[in-house]
């Protein structure tokens, strides 16, 4: 007997899914790759192989920028205002050669030290940025009223006022580096491994990554900038001009070498993140293509811009010809080296305050 609650009527959805499914499976389609995941993954052989780079900086510029500290801490004259300046700029090396073994594990085995250490580590790392290229800046500065106005330099206290720039710049540098905070570990949307990244709240993250990203543009690179090149045009034109001029440029020729040096280390860097910029702020368009290209080139030129912190060493032993003697009158005393004829340090025809008390 038939239920009348229950239709005579049933439909065999069974043969109209296996058709349907038959269809499909066997139906031509394009991807757009305009709606595919816009991301990419380094070879673990590239991410050894700059583990590995990071540990070699790490192994040259500490104790490279421990021998400067030693050098110029070890000074028996009075420090004129841009050798404590390189000295500070020294610390901030060591500063930022101190996050490379974190760095060098995070890049093979993702961030393994927590939300504290990736705060820090992120911090350390801005403060070094910001202080090395301010610390240039005054060097620079400072370059150019001695040689160029020489008068003034005379009238000023330069020695208190160094000290108490020292100090303004270190504060600049703590102040510019806060944004580290916002850095925490998670984990990565391209990956299963963790990493140390900002984390800004959703609702307000263009907005944030846009301002930091318009400080560390201007105030970590382009006004330094504006400011270094033209003192040291003035100051290397002033040079060729005055009396004994091919010396004193000579005597420029360290500090020159530095500056050209942190530029040839940061420079790529600043122009890809701030393509990355533009992109972001939707100021250029970009497809995939371009997206990923300034991915990796942010990710290379950043190594590249971490190299700096054992190139100072570097261009003062090599190029530094009173830093190289005083090096040798240090060691000959700690009877490291054998006693040599160094009695040439000290005459210079050049004064201190024109030159360098160690360069």
């Given amino acids: 007997m038939t239920d009348p609650n229950i239709s005579a009527f049933v439909i065999d959805f069974g043969s109209i899914y296996e058709e349907l499914n038959f269809t499909y499976n066997y139906t031509e389609f394009d991807i757009d790759p305009a709606t595919q995941p816009c991301t990419f993954d380094f070879p673990d052989a590239v991410m050894t192989f700059v583990s590995l780079f990071y540990i070699l900086i790490f192994l040259l510029a500490i104790p490279g920028n421990l021998v400067v500290v030693l050098v110029i801490c070890l000074s028996k004259q009075a420090l004129t205002p841009s050798d404590l300046y390189l000295l500070h700029l020294a610390i901030a090396d060591i500063l930022l050669a101190v996050t490379l073994p974190f760095w060098a594990t995070a890049v093979t085995r993702g961030w393994v030290f927590g939300d504290g250490m990736c705060k820090i580590v992120t911090v350390l790392q801005e403060l070094s940025f910001y202080s090395s290229i301010l610390f240039l800046t005054c060097i620079s500065m400072d370059r150019y009223m ?22 303004a710049v270190w504060v600049v540098g703590a102040f510019l580096s806060l944004p580290g905070l916002f850095s925490s570990s998670s984990l990565s949307p391209n990956s299963s491994r963790t990493v140390c990244a900002e984390q800004y709240d959703p609702s307000n993250a263009d907005e944030w990554r846009l301002v930091t990203r318009i400080f560390r543009h201007a105030l970590g690179f382009v006004i330094p900038l504006a400011i270094m090149l033209p003192c ?11 009396r004994g001029g091919f010396q004193r440029q000579r005597a420029m020729k360290v500090i020159v070498f530095v500056v050209v040096a942190f530029l040839l280390c940061w420079t790529p860097y600043h122009i890809a993140v701030m393509t990355d910029t533009f992109f972001r702020t939707k100021i250029v368009p970009y ?11 942010m990710f290379a030129t950043q190594s590249l811009g971490l190299l ?35 009695s040439r340090s000290s005459r210079s025809s050049l004064s201190s305050e024109v030159t360098s008390t160690f360069m």
């Fill in 287 to 297: 497809q995939c293509p371009a997206r990923l290209a300034v991915d990796q080139a």
């Fill in 308 to 342: 700096h912190s054992c190139v100072n060493p570097l261009v003062y032993a090599f190029v530094g010809e009173k830093f190289r003697r005083r090096l040798l009158q240090i060691m000959t005393k700690m009877g490291l080296v054998e006693r040599a004829s160094v």
């Fill in 232 to 242: 040291y045009g003035v100051t290397i034109k002033r040079l060729f001009h005055i």
């Fill in 146 to 167: 001695v040689i160029v106005r020489a008068m003034e330099a005379r009238k000023a206290n330069r020695q208190m006022i160094s000290w108490g720039v020292c100090v």
